[in-house]
């Protein structure tokens, strides 16, 4: 691992990250990314990206994101794969990363962790979890061909990944707490135009019913009443996302739901510590918006670096 006092240290693999990182190795920076699991990010997991400018055909996740890490790795960055963090703290300026695997120091850190899908908090779900409950459609999906498969949410995720699981199960049933959905208009379109799609509208999950595997779901209305069970083999989970900042939580301001807070320049609540993506408080969560953050975060994080070393364009 890199020693010595780096210029800044990148922590998250996503888009934003790898994108700061294409900047920062670009501009010469002594950067390195850490990241707890391999580079990728949530997007990684999407079977395609169709709102990405530049891909009239659409891309998969998987690829969008492995060229941005080869392009980074390209102008020199180093990546440390692997490598959970688990606290920040700032000692006259310098920053002290701790690892799982030793310590980094840096001038500046850019904060790009994300954020992960919520659970419902139901019994069953835990229990099940890999036996029919799962939260990513790319990876388990597969196995529930010929199945039927509930999808639990009515967000963009929900419905991508609703769509996504048509190719193999030959029944979808979109469990959602409201009477329509939040996802956009295009995915709302196709999902209640598919035939193999059926909404259940105004019902939440009570229970995860199995015996070793998934056999069903105790369904009720969002007040209570109006119970039913329904018969499935899977079911995916898409209500929402929890923010990767529990490392960060003695560190900077976080809003009420544990986002970070930053000011325009995307700069935290402590000085040379941007954050950039997902993880930001009040971010639109899109892949083209984490990308500029990580460039509009890496250029900041420069200016702040060359500054403080007096290397700064005048
Ligand atoms: P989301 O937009 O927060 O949607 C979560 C869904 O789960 C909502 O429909 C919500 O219902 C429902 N929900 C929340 N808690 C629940 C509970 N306890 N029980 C039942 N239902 C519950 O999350 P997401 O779909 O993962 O998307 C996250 C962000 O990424 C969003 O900003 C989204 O636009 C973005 N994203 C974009 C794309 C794309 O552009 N292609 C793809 C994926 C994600 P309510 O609607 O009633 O709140």
């Not at 950067?31 to 659409?58: D, H, M, T």
């Not at 019913?209 to 369904?219: D, N, P, Y």
Request: charged share 25%; with cysteine.
């Amino acid at each position: 691992m890199a020693e010595g006092i780096l210029d800044v240290v990148i922590v998250g693999g996503g888009p934003a990250g790898l994108t700061a990182g294409i900047y920062l190795s670009r501009a010469r920076m002594k950067s390195v990314l850490v990241e707890k699991q391999g580079p990728g990010g949530s997007p990684a997991l999407s079977e395609r990206i169709e709102n990405y400018p530049g891909f009239p055909e659409g891309i998969s996740g998987f690829e969008l994101v492995d060229r941005m890490r080869r392009q980074a790795e390209n102008f020199g960055l180093e990546i440390n794969a692997y490598n959970p963090l688990n606290s920040i703290k700032d000692e006259d300026g310098v920053k002290i990363l701790e690892m799982d695997e030793g310590e980094l120091r840096a001038l500046g850190v850019i904060i790009a962790t994300g954020m992960r899908p919520a659970p419902l908090g139901v019994p069953g779900e835990e229990e099940f979890l890999g036996k029919g409950v799962s939260f990513c459609a790319t990876c388990d999906g597969a196995f529930f061909k010929d199945g039927t498969v509930a999808v639990i949410g009515g967000g963009n995720s929900a419905a991508e990944e609703a769509l996504f699981l048509t190719r193999f199960a030959k029944k979808v049933i979109i469990v959602h707490r409201r009477d329509r959905l939040r996802a956009g208009k295009i995915l709302q379109e196709r999902v209640l135009a598919h035939p193999n799609i059926e909404v259940k509208w105004n019902k939440v999950v009570k229970e995860v019913l199995g015996k070793g595997t998934v056999s069903g779901l105790v369904l009720a209305g969002p007040e209570g009443g109006g119970e039913e069970e329904i018969k499935v083999d899977g079911v995916f989970l898409y209500v929402g996302n929890i923010p990767n900042t529990e490392p960060l939580k003695e560190t900077v301001e976080l809003d009420g739901n544990g986002f970070i807070v930053t000011d325009s320049d995307l700069k935290t609540s402590v000085d040379g510590i941007y954050a950039a993506g997902d993880v930001r408080s009040g971010a639109i969560r899109q892949v083209v918006v984490a990308v500029g953050e990580g460039a509009r975060a890496a250029m900041a994080a420069q200016a702040y670096v060359d500054n403080i070393k007096g290397t700064a364009y005048i």
